[in-house]
């Protein structure tokens, strides 16, 4: 099988995967002869630097043949897919080639489970390793890490990659077990322990360093070294949506103890998509795409707005999301008696909680407030939604009507038609 060939099946499979996602956009490709490059098809993906820098990957996987069966994955060894495997001086050309091209800032490497967890992990270690050492590949690297395999390997993984992930598939322990028995919830959960330790050493190594106060053992007569980093861009994971009956409060706690145990930058998302021949277990339909959204939202105001997961969600409500209106203006719809706030005295973590108010908006209302009183003129300067805003707060000169009706009225939001757009 040629490169491309290849390329095609491997960059296709590895689509599947949300936690660098690109989507959105129009789909243009150069096919019939017109015009350079392509959107899609080829696995560039656009991901963010921890510098906030948009970039460009080369989201690949090194193989789909899979030995696990996991029922949601169409990599699964009962998938009758098309399958390829690169090696590792094609991944590590393939890369170093679009590098040079400037098509791509780095590389996103995932593989499917192949003789045994160790085995895989060494081969997407190699590639790493062989880029950084053998090529001083300075671009950004993000490795999927197998959560079985020895500890020594995601060491090593992490000295290469500027992020490293683990998915935890899927929300609770039962449904992973249903859905993915070969997987091993506490397993994956020991991995995400081991690597957050190792990225807390290198952070406090660094911190050390960066004080003076840490002189590198080896090289300790030649003076200070920099110590060695791991993973600089942290640990992420992804969980997928509505391949089972959890409920949005169960996926947020699950979440919220991710975060809290393991510090993870991130928990990816991704819904649900049918898969062709897929398992009676799973269901036929996709969820919607908002609930994916709301999702997101909600894992906003757990990070950034300080909300706890069963403020957003819980089964005393019926644990789902609202899908017509953001979970925080259905926090504040739910909790009139917090509201309205005074924009003048209230303290940052309720202004936090006013619908329409973002954490910079805020930020520069604290500061406006040292200097004189705030007006509902001033909000305008903030560029903040006031048609979401007004009803929840006063301010000089305001006063917003009392019923929380006409909050309602005033923040009705278009429910959303969006679907889950097919993978295939
Ligand atoms: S181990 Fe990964 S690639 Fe293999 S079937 Fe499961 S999800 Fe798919």
């Not at 683990?166 to 609770?172: A, G, K, V």
């Not at 939202?297 to 909300?307: C, H, K």
Request: hydrophobic content about 40%.
């Amino acid at each position: 099988m040629d490169l491309n060939a290849k390329l095609a099946i491997l960059a296709d499979a590895a689509k599947y995967d949300a936690s660098c996602a690109s989507s959105g956009g129009n789909r243009r490709d150069s096919t019939e002869g017109r015009g350079i490059g392509s959107n899609e098809g080829m696995g560039i993906c656009h991901s963010y630097a921890p510098d906030g820098r948009c970039i460009s990957l080369l989201k690949i996987l090194l193989t789909n043949y899979c030995r696990y069966d996991c029922l949601y994955c169409v990599n699964r060894a009962s998938s009758d897919v098309p399958r390829a495997r690169f090696t590792i001086d094609e991944v590590v050309r393939l890369t170093l080639d679009f590098y040079r091209r400037n098509c791509i800032e780095g590389l996103f490497l995932s593989s499917g489970i192949i003789r045994s967890p160790d085995y895989t992990m060494e081969q997407v270690v190699e590639v790493a390793r062989r880029l950084r050492e053998e090529h001083d590949f300075r671009g950004y690297i993000h490795l999927k890490t197998i959560p079985d395999a020895a500890p020594e390997l995601l060491e090593r993984a992490g000295r290469y990659a500027d992020r490293l992930s683990i998915n935890i598939e899927l929300p609770t322990e039962s449904s992973l077990g249903a859905l993915a028995p070969e997987k091993d919830v506490q397993a994956i959960k020991r991995s995400m322990a081991r690597l957050r330790v190792h990225i807390d050493d290198a952070k406090a190594q660094a911190r050390e360093a960066a004080q003076g106060q840490v002189i590198s053992l080896p090289k300790a007569r030649a003076g200070r070294a920099a110590p060695a980093p791991f993973a600089a861009a942290g640990q992420s994971t992804q969980m997928i949506v509505g391949a089972d009956a959890t409920d949005d409060a169960t996926i947020l706690a699950t979440s919220s103890q991710l975060y809290g145990a393991y510090r993870l930058k991130r928990v990816y998302y991704s819904a649900f998509s049918p898969i062709p021949d897929s398992a009676a277990a799973l269901p036929l339909k996709p969820p919607p795409l908002q609930r994916e959204h709301r999702l997101y939202q909600a894992d906003w105001l757990m990070r950034f707005y300080g909300f706890a997961a069963d403020e957003i969600a819980s089964p005393r409500t019926g644990g789902m999301l609202r899908l017509e209106i953001d979970p925080k203006l259905a926090w504040a719809l739910a909790h009139p008696e917090r509201f309205p706030v005074d924009l003048n005295r209230a303290p940052r973590e309720m202004l936090l909680r006013v619908p329409g108010l973002g954490v910079k908006a805020v930020d520069r209302l604290l500061l406006a407030r040292r200097v004189r009183r705030v007006r509902a003129d001033d909000l305008r300067r903030l560029n903040v939604p006031l048609r979401k805003v007004l009803p929840f707060t006063t301010a000089d000169g305001h006063r917003p009507a009392p019923t929380p009706d006409l909050r309602r009225l005033a923040c009705a939001q278009p429910s959303s038609a969006a679907a889950q757009g097919s993978l295939f």
